[in-house]
Nanobody, 124 residues
Framework: QVQLVESGGGLVQAGGSLRLSCAAS????????MGWFRQAPGQEREFVAH????????YYADSVKGRFTISRDNAKDMVYLQMNGLKAEDTAVYYC?????????????????WGQGTQVTVSS
């Protein structure tokens, strides 16, 4: 079992930047792909970004491509989401998640462990 704890959220003006961090506990962190999702009030949780176990492959939702960057440090059991050029529509609770051993990468059901989330609010 893995525990995930997100941090780094906050209030930022449109055009600003934030860096989210996700700390993982568990001996097998480096063998799993990881993802970031977000959920705005009244909306379904949506995929944001994915990174393979060795950071060799990344994938982004079209809405954040070119603005967000996912990365990881397996030596520190950490995953990051650098968010630049933030927009009001990026406001949401952001979650990191561990991808299950099999399946896709875009659906929340493709992930088997979740953090508690961190709030990101972008003022326009």
């Amino acid at each position: 079992q893995v525990q995930l704890v997100e941090s780094g959220g906050g209030l930022v003006q449109a055009g600003g930047s934030l860096r989210l961090s996700c700390a993982a506990s568990g001996r097998t962190f480096s063998t799993y792909a990881m993802g970031w999702f977000r959920q705005a009030p009244g909306q379904e949780r949506e995929f944001v970004a994915h990174i393979s176990w060795n950071a060799g492959t990344t994938y982004y939702a079209d809405s954040v491509k070119g603005r967000f960057t996912i990365s990881r440090d397996n030596a520190k059991d950490m995953v990051y989401l650098q968010m630049n050029g933030l927009k009001a529509e990026d406001t949401a609770v952001y979650y990191c998640a561990r991808r299950a051993s099999r399946g896709g990468i875009l659906r929340s059901t493709d992930y088997d462990s979740w953090g508690q989330g961190t709030q990101v609010t972008v003022s326009s």
